[in-house]
């Protein structure tokens, strides 16, 4: 399965492309995907471009908490086999978008072998579409995971709130549910 396709053609941007020269502020430019809907692009209806950054995937999951909390002080060389094998679980959770909407894996191994990306939501920009000639083109996202990387963004963005149980409530509710299934499986 294609993750990504070549892109050479700056006036190509749309949704789920993947430029290089993003300024997000930092020492060094980083790279970035087009998250901007592909229509108001096409319509010259967007006065903004909005990026999301990509990061290395492995230095992404090295530092996170989760890695973190399942490798002992020596690193993954120095954990146990059942940590090793929880690691590894976990890396299947981040590649295939499982229960971690800040992130967003891409394979990227059609440009450079071996590179995988994570689009990180919670870096994000808007640049002003007159100065979408300052970024380098170098691939779009495919379909369909374009449209399931938008969802994820969608998702991990547009949390509607609402009013939580009390403690009390939960507590009632869940033994409920429990006494409930215990007489299911009789």
Known sequence: MDWITPLDNIEGLTQG???SNVNFGYEEDLAGIVLSN????EHNHASYLIVAALYPASSIISSSREYLGLINEKGYEGSSQKQKTRVKEKLSDYIHHRAINRYY???CTECELGMYMMIDF???ISIPIDEKSNLK???NLCTPLKEQMIMQFVSYTSRIPTDRVTPDVETQIV???I????ENEE
């Open 137 to 139: 083109p170098i691939a």
């Open 179 to 182: 006494k409930e299934i215990c």
């Open 38 to 41: 592909g229509c108001d692009l």
């Open 17 to 19: 492309s993947i430029v």
């Open 175 to 177: 033994d409920t549910l």
């Open 105 to 107: 894996f891409i394979d």
């Open 122 to 124: 919670q870096q994000i």
